[in-house]
């Protein structure tokens, strides 16, 4: 059963940017997503999953991890069940596979920075930035 489904990823150049998208299923969320804390996660080929953005339920409080703060945006549109995040000014470090999570319960203005602490992921979008 699919819950978390990520598009936007490609090839660009250095400087460039590209969005992704994460759409939650319907069925697995129901009424809770609005209310679920939700977060983007990237592993580059050889190297563990790290943090890269999170965003609260509820009041969308925001985090970022210090590599893509000021480049990257993290939003969400609750009436679409779906969680956004803007790239720009991309770098070839930025090179990754990128996965969004989820957790599964109500969460409230807490984000979470913990590969552990997500209950639900997406299959990940392949980023590739060229120099």
């Known amino acids: 059963q699919v819950q978390l489904v990520e598009s936007g990823g490609g090839l660009m150049q250095a400087g460039g940017s590209l969005k992704l998208s994460c759409v939650a299923s319907?069925?697995?969320?129901?009424?809770?997503?609005?209310?679920?804390?939700m977060g983007w996660f990237r592993q580059a080929p050889g190297k563990e999953r790290d943090f890269v953005a999170a965003?609260?339920?509820?009041?969308?409080?925001?985090y970022y991890a210090d590599s893509v703060k000021g480049r990257f945006t993290i939003s969400r549109d609750n009436d679409k069940n779906t969680l956004y995040l803007q790239m720009n000014s991309l770098k070839p470090e930025d090179t990754a596979v990128y996965y969004c999570?989820?957790?599964?319960?109500?969460?409230?203005?807490?984000?979470?920075?913990?590969?552990?602490?997500?209950?639900?992921w997406g299959q990940g979008a392949q980023v590739t930035v060229s120099s």
């Open positions: 999570a989820a957790r599964s319960d109500y969460t409230g203005m807490h984000y979470y920075t913990g590969v552990q602490e997500y209950h639900y």
């Open positions: 319907v069925r697995t969320f129901r009424d809770t997503f609005r209310s679920t804390a």
């Open positions: 965003i609260s339920g509820i009041g969308s409080t925001i």
